[in-house]
C-alpha cells in the first residue's frame, strides 16, 4: 500500500459534466473553491481535449485531465501536441489520461484499428511521451513499433512545452492493461465499478509487477481509482441512481470478470439480454440492491466517506464519481455538488 488512506482523502478527483460549457465551467470553479485536486473530462458525447482546453481557461489552479481520452483514435503526434497545448495553456496544470475505449466503438465509429490494447496502448504512451521530450529538447523524433512508425524531422515547435513531461495516466481494469500501466504510465485511472476486493487481488498485483520489470519505484505512480457515489439522504432514491449505472456498465461484456468474482455474472447477463431488447428498465431491474452495494457508496454522507474511505486506502488519490446513466441531468447536478461539499478538503 502507497498511501494511508488520509492521504488520497486529501486528494480528491472530480469528473466534470453538464448539460452544456457554462455548466462545465461552474462546476469546474466550484471544485476549485473547495479545494478538489483534478478535474476530469470524459470523452464519450463531447471532445476530451476541448473540453479540458475550456475549463483551463476557466479555472487558474486546479489541476485538468482527459478522463480519458481515447488513444488509438488520434495520431500520437496529434495527441502530443493537444497535451503540449493544453498545458500551456493552463500553466502546467494538464494530466493527459488516455485508454483504449471499446473495441466496437474504437473499430465502428471511427473506423480504425484496435489491436491488442496492452501493447497498442504501451506504444502510443512512448510514443506520445518522446514527441514532448523531442519538442522540449528541439529534436527529431523517431519511433519503431507495431502499431506506430514515426519520423518527424524538421519540425520545431514555436514555443517549447512548458514542461518536458506531462503526466501520463491510463485507465485500465483488467490485470494486462494494469501491468501495461505500471510499463510505462505515470498512473492508473480505476473504473467505477472496481471493488476493494478487485483492486487488492488484480490491479496492484499487476502494476507492481510493471513497476518492477520498468525498474520504477511505487513512488513515482499514482494510482487513482473510481468509485461510483450517490450522498442521498433518501437511500432507496440514491441506490436507484447507482443501480442504474451498474446496470449500463453491466451490458459491456469487458467488465464480466468484475461480476463474476462476487457472483453477480448471470445478473449481467440478463440485464445484457434486456438492453439487446431495448428494455431499459429491465436493465435495472436485473442489478440487485446487493450488485449496487459492492461496487458503489450509497446514502448519507457518513456512510459514503466510510465506503470510499476503504478504497482511499489502498490509493494515492481518488475519484468519487456521481451516478451518470439514465437519471436526470438536474440529479447528477446534484450528486456532483454534495461530492463537492463532502469531499472538498475546503467544503467539507
Known sequence: MASESIGAMGKVSLGVTGDGPAEMAELARRAEAAGI????????????????????????????????????????????????????????RFTLGLGPGVKRLIE?????????PAPHMKETIEAVREIIRAAAAFEPVRYEGEYHDIDIRGWTRGTPPVREGIPIFTAAVQEGMSRMAGDVADGLIGHPLCSTRWI???IIPAFETGLTRSGRNRSDFTFLPSICVAIDDDYERGLDAARRTVAFYSTVKTYMPLYEM???????????????EGDLEGVARAIPDEMVECYCAVGTPDRVREKVGEVAALADEIFPGAP???????????YNDRIIEVFGPKGS
Open 108 to 116: 465502428t465509429w471511427h473506423g480504425v484499428e484496435y489491436g491488442r
Open 200 to 202: 487488492e487481488e488484480k
Open 262 to 276: 462476487h457472483g453477480f455474472g448471470e445478473n449481467a447477463s440478463k440485464a445484457t439480454a434486456a438492453f439487446r
Open 37 to 92: 485536486s483534478r478535474v476530469w473530462v470524459i470523452e464519450l458525447f463531447r471532445n476530451a481535449f476541448t473540453q479540458a482546453t475550456w475549463l483551463g481557461t476557466q479555472t487558474s489552479r486546479v489541476g485538468l485531465g482527459t478522463g480519458i481520452a481515447w488513444g488509438f483514435v488520434r495520431s500520437p503526434m496529434s495527441i502530443a501536441m493537444s497535451a503540449m497545448d493544453i498545458d500551456e495553456i493552463t500553466g502546467g
Open 324 to 334: 451518470n446513466y439514465f437519471i436526470p441531468p438536474e440529479q447528477i447536478a446534484e
